[in-house]
């Protein structure tokens, strides 16, 4: 397990993420902040085989107070691998524009689902599509600050 500091996350391989990611943190939360027009966050998350952080970035939806975040990776057939981290290490680091604070992840359930998608798919349209197009059922996340 690895210590958190924000200045040593290891940024998603991808590219695009890891390009948005820096521009979002570099510019202090100015920049970078949405994708396509949908609001978005930074996500750093020990991983689950490593303890290394790691940053991603992700689109979000509100529920009350938390940030809700959704597993969906583009409708594909098996999970992105930051969820199994979640899962394994439920303690989070957020950055939501220029305010950074420490979260718990937690799995919603069927039910907490079904009240928040249709939210969520408001936030992000193509979500819809995503979980028609994959057997899986595609897991909504609560990110609650701690």
Known sequence: MTTYDPATVKISPESWVADQARRYEESDGTEATDMKGSPCLLLDYQGWRTGEWRRTVLIYGRSGEDYL??????GAPEHPLW???????PEVHVRVLGERFTARAEVLTPEEKAEV?????EVYPPYEDYQKSTEREIPVIRLTRV
Do not use: E, H
Request: glycine share 12%; aromatic share 12%; hydrophobic share 55%.
């Open 117 to 121: 998608w249709p939210g969520l798919v």
């Open 83 to 89: 969820f199994r981290s979640l899962v394994a290490n």
């Open 69 to 74: 975040i959704v597993a969906s990776k583009g």
